[in-house]
């Protein structure tokens, strides 16, 4: 084992007793200031600890401990900051100036132009109400339409639904004048009939008629009638479509032969049951249709409605007046093949190469009609397009005296229209590669025999 040498200091026994006590004194001195501190220490805590402010103090960040910067009036002149008031309830709530009264007179000529229209047409509209057979005894009121006063001999026109099979018919003007009217006669295939009423006192205006044919889609129509009963009703809409059909006749009775009624004009004006036979009208407070039927799930109009065109009314209800029936021009012509579902003659030119894509397709001619007798000629040959059998190979005719024939019912529109049994039209044909000019004398339209597509 190493030794080792440790040099220990001895204990000087020479030092003096003062410099013991001094060594005694320095070192209470040092342990009262330490007593001193610890006790400040634990005053300071238990204060954080339990003042009011701790909470706050504590969950605070150290810039929000800090005092807020006040700036002075001149650095907020600097700043553009103003003393402001806050604005009143009336600076918050005010009222428009009134417009002038020429903005007003011309939002509002429309208007002027409807509600003098009104009160131009009004009296002259009439509500129709009808007994038939089955409730002639009991005096039942069965239907009512609307109509109006065609002439001042007391003839008012409306529809043939309206009054079909009437026993009685009651009229009521607006001003409340009641009279019985009499059937002169009803057209089924145009939908069109014609009643009279004794002249006597009747309040008879007639309404002026205008011309269908000039009418344009967008164009703006009104309607006046008795919708549900509800009589001086009017409604304003726009020509949404023309040159419909509708098969007038087949609606009323199914056993009719298929006959379309042409020129049919689509509106969009609020058209309802009561409306039938009541007019339509142009700006000008002329007739130019009369309201005849609506297309609709619910039984109420849904957006769409139809009138028979004036033009129709010009040809027909004199004939009405004159005979009380209306003789129909006869063609004798058959067509099915360019009015089939999903088949046109755009489609057919294109399919089969020929010569023009529109007109009307001549499937058969009937016999001693007068179209056998202008020698026309129908078809020669089937084809199948588009998966339907076609008949293919007949004239097209492609317009009647000058007037273009883009489909069947240009075709019965202007034979409607324009012609009488025993005129003469020139129709314009394409047979093969050659365009010929046909003259035809008019028949008349036999009972079982029409001029349009079969079924």
Do not use: C
């Not at 002259?124 to 409730?135: A, D, G, P, Q």
């Not at 609709?296 to 129709?312: C, D, I, K, Q």
């Not at 020139?426 to 365009?435: A, F, N």
């Amino acid at each position: 084992m190493d030794d080792f040498n440790w040099n220990v200091p001895e204990p000087d026994d020479h030092d003096e007793p003062g410099g013991r006590l001094t060594g005694l004194l320095v070192g209470l001195g040092m342990g009262v200031v330490t007593l001193v501190l610890i006790a400040a220490l634990v005053g300071t805590m238990v204060g954080y600890l339990f003042s009011p402010r701790s909470a706050v103090t504590r969950s605070s960040s150290p810039s929000l401990q800090r005092t807020a910067y006040q700036p002075s009036e001149t650095e907020l002149r600097n700043a553009n900051y103003r003393p402001g008031d806050l604005p009143s309830a009336a600076q918050q709530m005010a009222t428009p100036t009134a417009v002038s009264g020429d903005i007003v007179a011309a939002a509002d000529e429309e208007y002027l132009l409807l509600t003098n229209i009104y009160e131009r047409v009004n009296p002259s509209v009439v509500n129709i109400e009808i007994v038939s057979s089955f409730h002639s005894d009991s005096g039942i009121v069965d239907s009512s339409g609307s109509g109006f006063v065609y002439d001042s001999a007391g003839h008012i026109v409306t529809n043939s639904h309206v009054v079909r099979d009437a026993e009685e018919i009651l009229v009521t003007f607006s001003d409340g004048y009641v009279a019985n009217a009499t059937v002169v006669g009803v057209d089924d295939y145009s939908d069109l009939a014609v009643i009279q009423i004794e002249s006597g006192s009747a309040p008879l205006w007639p309404v002026p008629l205008g011309d269908s044919n000039t009418l344009k889609v967008g164009q703006r129509v009104i309607a006046i009638g008795n919708p549900f009963g509800l009589e001086g009703s009017m409604t304003t809409g726009i020509v949404s479509a023309l040159g419909r059909s509708l098969p007038s006749a087949q609606l009323l009775d199914a056993s009719y032969e298929r006959y379309d009624n042409p020129s049919i004009i689509q509106v969009d004006a609020a058209v309802n049951p009561g409306n039938s036979g009541g007019p339509l009208l142009n700006s000008s407070g002329e007739v130019i249709g009369i309201n005849t039927a609506i297309r609709t799930e619910s039984g109420s109009f849904e957006g769409v409605a139809f009138a028979v065109p004036v033009n129709t009314l010009k040809r027909i209800v004199p004939q009405i007046i004159d005979g009380g029936q209306v003789r129909y021009s006869w063609l004798g012509i058959v067509t099915s093949s360019s009015n089939l579902p999903g088949i046109s003659m755009a489609v057919l030119a294109d399919e089969l190469n020929l010569a023009v894509s529109y007109g009307v397709m001549i499937d058969s001619v009937q016999s001693s009609s007068p179209a056998e007798r202008a020698g026309l000629q129908g078809s020669t040959d089937t084809r199948t397009v588009r998966g339907v059998e076609v008949a293919i190979g007949g004239d097209i005719v492609v317009a009647i005296n000058g007037a273009i024939v883009r489909d069947i019912d240009d075709l019965v529109a202007y034979l409607v229209e324009n012609t009488s049994p025993g005129d003469t039209v020139v129709l314009t044909i394409v047979r093969g590669e050659q365009t010929l000019d046909v003259n035809v004398t008019l028949g008349e339209r036999p009972a079982t025999s029409l001029v349009t597509s079969p079924d």
